[in-house]
């Protein structure tokens, strides 16, 4: 969807890795060997990004740290399609609205780190009917043309993991109480 109104493939990139999840940071050559380009073609789009108050920057030792300006007025805009580019939108409304009583839903790993690996790794909390969502997975994912998949636990669970999965790249996506709202 991006691709077709930014032509620059890096950009592309660089929306989704940082309005993907916007708490995440990158600096240059991390963003060059992930993306595999040279940092000079990174650079200029990180300087134009960050001309343009999309990103912010500041220095850590000698790295300069990026990360999406949430204070931006289209900020909003540009994580929600960022989103529904990746096909989050259709995530949640098939598989988590639907299953049952979830709790909490997080994309870990690549996504909940802005990388469009082509995996979805999703962590859901809560009683799942597991057959149900292995047909639903399948269904959304000829829709976004992604892989998902889905480890599902129980709050106790989910408790005793917790340390372990904190350490995790982890980004909490919905929660049932956020969801229904007061």
């Known amino acids: 969807m991006l691709e077709g109104i930014i032509t620059s493939k890096t950009r592309v990139k ?7 999840n916007p708490h995440a940071t990158s600096y240059l050559r ?22 343009s108050k999309l990103l912010t920057s500041h220095k850590e030792g000698r790295q300069v740290i990026y990360q ?9 805009e540009l994580h929600s399609m960022v989103q529904k580019s990746l096909g989050m939108d259709r995530i949640l409304e098939s598989i988590i609205e639907r299953l049952g009583d979830i709790e909490e839903a997080y994309l ?10 082509g995996i979805i790794d999703l962590l ?22 992604r892989k ?15 340390p372990k ?15 229904k709202g007061p």
């Open 14 to 20: 660089l929306l989704m890795r940082f309005f993907l």
């Open 108 to 117: 870990i790993d690549d996504y909940a780190e802005g990388r469009d690996t």
């Open 124 to 145: 859901l909390i809560g009683n799942v009917n597991t057959y149900h969502l292995s047909d639903l997975s399948k269904k959304t994912e000829r829709y976004i043309d």
């Open 148 to 162: 998902i998949r889905s480890l599902v636990l129980t709050r106790e669970e989910f408790e005793q993991m917790g």
């Open 30 to 51: 991390e963003l060059a060997d992930q993306f595999g380009v040279s940092t000079n073609g990174i650079r200029e789009e990180l300087m134009q990004m960050v001309q």
């Open 68 to 76: 999406a300006n949430t204070a931006h007025p289209l900020f909003h």
């Open 165 to 179: 999965l904190r350490n995790r790249p982890n980004l909490l996506i919905w929660r049932k109480d956020i969801a």
